[in-house]
């Protein structure tokens, strides 16, 4: 089974920026559509941005032309590049890999922004 691990959450002041990764344990993400979701407190998971094997991607509206999703298969590890932060998007982010034959999604990382 494929696990998958969040890392580079923390607090960030407004404005600042983040850089989460999501490390496979295999090769997945060239094969998968890879996903970046937020799930804030008293809030239903969202989808943040995804990525596509062929490499296209997607965004939610509230974070189009702030935060880039990329990955590096070559270290099987997908990326979410979070940039000019505020408060709203502080959350618990997770990182996911669907294909035909599985549906994965890491433990999770926190994100809190604020002053």
């Known amino acids: 089974q494929v696990q998958l691990v969040e890392s580079g959450g923390g607090l960030v002041q407004p404005g600042g920026s983040l850089r989460l990764s999501c490390a496979a344990s295999?090769?997945?993400?060239?094969?998968?559509?890879g996903g970046w979701y937020r799930q804030a407190p008293g809030k239903q998971r969202e989808r943040v941005a995804l990525?596509?094997?062929?490499?296209?991607?997607n965004y939610a509206d509230s974070v189009k032309g702030r935060f880039t999703i990329s990955r590096d298969n070559a270290k099987n590890t997908m990326y979410l590049q979070m940039n000019s932060l505020k408060p709203d998007d502080t959350a618990v982010y997770y990182c996911?890999?669907?294909?035909?034959?599985?549906?994965?999604w890491g433990q999770g990382t926190q994100v809190t922004v604020s002053s």
């Open positions: 990525i596509t094997s062929y490499g296209s991607t």
């Open positions: 295999q090769n997945i993400f060239s094969v998968s559509t």
């Open positions: 996911n890999a669907i294909s035909k034959l599985s549906n994965i």
